[in-house]
DNA sequence: GCGAACTCGTTTCAGATGATACGAACTCCG
DNA sequence: CGGAGTTCGTATCATCTGAAACGAGTTCGC
């Protein structure tokens, strides 16, 4: 009775998207729990420390490009984080509306204290990889995003 | 200023975690909407009627075993694919809390028109890569779910 | 047999998400 | 100036999600 489907080509198993979202969900769901338990972040908050800590004093405007996410959810991570005293919001010296993030020094703290523990995860995720491999990986999602987003530009 | 970071070696961009979850987001959001707008089926309702193409008379246990979803998802899932008669539901023979789920000839007809939608999704989206490229994808994206599930019996 | 412990599936509830609407501030022109 | 149109960020709402509680059915041990 699975005659059918198999001559038709579509396995959920062998299906990428659905590859790609069992993975995603694996992983995503790994490293929220241990950002959560042991540091109280959520994932899209963990991104706006990790850019912040990259370039720093940058608009939500900023954010919102630099880390893929809805507008809605980095003005909520953002006020998490400030409710915390882990960012700094200062005035724009020429747009009323916008403001500057910028991480405090407790937010320093906390960034140089996960940053070890997020490599270790990457580390632990990727171990049997070659670095050949992990390349390729990482080529091959930008493809397929880029991919995903030109295809959704068309349709809209 | 962003150089303290690139010490750390740890930047958004090239995380893969994170660059995991964007690329999936974009696929799946993709997917997702081409399902809703045009026959109205979510991602979890369409899961289930892949699997049952495939192999019909399952219970929602091994539904959920099957497509990796909450038994919770699945169990809303289900109910409106009955509502909409595209499965049907008989009572198990031999455990009387059990049901056993099979597409209609409605739900085959369905599953018939949107399987090859699918996979021309799926070409669009792995146009440009080389077949090598593709299964070496796929069997990447297992490593990492497997990694992601070891990890997080581990920590449990 | 018969009660304790377990499993299947549903319901309920709290939290997260993103589309939409909105207020405030800015820009552009006439 | 001053009003139309745009952009920044927030608030609201409808939806989705999974953890936990639950009722019904089954299995096991005595």
């Known amino acids: 009775m699975s005659?059918?489907?198999?001559?038709?080509?579509?396995?959920l198993d062998g299906y990428l998207p659905y590859r790609l979202s069992v993975a995603?969900?694996?992983?995503?769901?790994?490293i929220a729990r241990a950002y959560q338990d042991r540091f109280g972040l959520t994932i899209p908050q963990w991104r706006?420390?990790?850019v912040l800590a990259?370039?720093?004093g940058?608009?939500?405007g900023q954010l919102v490009a630099r880390t893929v996410m809805d507008k809605v959810t980095v003005s909520r991570a953002a006020q998490g984080l400030q409710k915390r005293a882990l960012v700094a919001r200062s005035d724009h010296h020429a747009d009323g509306r916008s403001h500057v993030l910028a991480l405090t020094d407790e937010g320093r703290a906390l960034h140089a204290e996960i940053a070890p523990l997020a490599l270790a995860y990457e580390a632990a995720l990727i171990s049997g990889l070659s670095p050949e491999e992990v390349a390729l990986l990482k080529r091959l999602l930008?493809?397929?995003q880029a991919a995903a987003g030109q295809l959704a530009g068309e349709t809209a």
Chains 1, 2 share one sequence.
């Not at 995603?24 to 790994?30: E, I």
């Open 3 to 11: 005659a059918a489907a198999k001559e038709a080509g579509l396995q």
């Open 24 to 30: 995603s969900n694996a992983v995503s769901g790994l």
């Open 48 to 50: 706006l420390v990790c």
């Open 54 to 56: 990259e370039d720093g």
């Open 58 to 60: 940058l608009t939500q």
């Open 142 to 144: 930008g493809r397929l």
